[in-house]
């Protein structure tokens, strides 16, 4: 059974605050798929934030965040990150970690992890 | 960007209902389409991919149709599980795009 779960969010404050998200993934083989993540601010729909290839090599990012988030994998521990520096208020949202089934299509998601910008 | 317009935003339907839901592209798509079930306080879920495939497990009330820039989810007797929110996502082109989310309502 595939299983992706998120750790790391929480209350940060606007201007210089970060945070590193974490996803820990199960029942696939981790290596052989690109991850994304994927957020929702409270009440609002889906916005794409950031993918990684299964290898790691190649990263793509949401202008809204280019510069300022980073994703990385550890396919020795079968981990995503995101690690995101200078947070903005417009960052509020649940983050989710997702598997790529293949191409852009999303097919298993975390349960998310709440990341608030606030001061 | 693709944008993806979604109609309705909301509606009504009852327990047995057949509910269409339509969404979109600002520009052609291939069947690059797929369509995710949100319920709340959780994840969303695939439903639909390639536009008319139906994912692993999903019932087979639900099914969609289009290419090019016009694309349809049916739901074609609505079960009480299924008042939740859709949302149709493109992914011929980076970035990858969400329509704004039609939620279903009693």
């Known amino acids: 059974e595939v299983q992706l779960l998120e750790s790391g969010g929480g209350l940060v404050q606007p201007g210089g605050g970060s945070l590193r998200l974490s996803c820990a993934a199960s029942g696939f083989t981790f290596s052989n798929y690109a991850m994304s993540w994927v957020r929702q601010a409270p009440g609002k729909g889906l916005e794409w934030v950031s993918t990684i290839t299964g290898s790691g090599y190649s990263t793509f990012y949401a202008d809204s965040v280019k510069g300022r988030f980073t994703i990385s994998r550890d396919n020795s521990k079968n981990t995503l990150y995101l690690q995101m520096n200078s947070l903005r208020a417009g960052d509020t949202a649940v983050y989710y970690c997702t598997k790529y089934k293949s191409r852009a299509i999303l097919d298993y998601w975390g349960q998310g992890t709440l990341v608030t910008v606030s001061s | 960007a693709i944008q993806l317009t979604q109609s309705p935003s909301s509606l009504s339907a009852s327990v047995g209902d057949r509910v269409t839901i339509a969404c979109r592209a600002s520009q052609g798509i291939s069947s690059a389409l797929a369509w995710y079930q949100q319920k709340p306080g959780k994840a969303p879920k695939l439903l639909i991919y390639?536009?008319?495939s139906l994912e692993s497990g999903v019932p087979s009330r639900f099914s969609g149709s289009g290419s090019g820039t016009d694309f349809t989810l049916t739901i074609s007797s609505l079960q009480p599980e299924d008042f939740a929110t859709y949302y149709c996502?493109?992914?011929?082109?980076?970035?990858?795009?969400f329509g704004g989310g039609t939620k279903v309502e009693i």
């Open positions: 390639d536009a008319s």
């Open positions: 996502q493109q992914f011929n082109s980076s970035p990858p795009t």
